[in-house]
């Protein structure tokens, strides 16, 4: 399975950003797909997640202004970002596995996209 993240870029404190995740080779029909960032100095974190039914999963620090989509005929997931912040600022990976918060339940992960928010 190969991750393509794209979408990252430079925006204002309060602006948005759409980041997309393609997945293609040998997917499952029941995968789940997750974001997670780092910045710089800090380690990786969980952001948002989604199984393959639909069922999502937020980190508390950005419930209410992200949200996680999947559309299956594309096998692409999407994290739109809306209020953003400069503590938002980071690389973000998207990763195919479970669905779950946890790091250790995805097999494949992207290349990383650059979010960064200026104040």
């Known amino acids: 399975v190969q991750l393509q993240a794209s979408g990252g870029g430079l925006v204002q404190a309060g602006g948005s950003l759409r980041l997309s995740c393609a997945a293609s080779?040998?997917?499952?029909?029941?995968?789940?797909m997750g974001w997670f960032r780092q910045a710089p100095g800090k380690e990786r974190e969980f952001a948002a997640a989604?199984?393959?039914?639909?069922?999502?999963y937020y980190a508390d620090s950005v419930k209410g202004r992200f949200t996680i989509s999947r559309d299956n005929a594309k096998n692409t997931v999407y994290l739109q970002m809306n209020s953003l912040k400069p503590e938002d600022t980071a690389v973000y990976y998207c990763?195919?596995?479970?669905?779950?918060?946890?790091?250790?339940?995805?097999?494949?992960w992207g290349q990383g996209t650059q979010v960064t928010v200026s104040s």
């Open positions: 990763a195919y596995g479970l669905g779950s918060i946890n790091a250790d339940d995805y097999d494949y």
């Open positions: 989604i199984t393959w039914s639909g069922s999502a």
């Open positions: 080779g040998r997917t499952s029909s029941t995968y789940g």
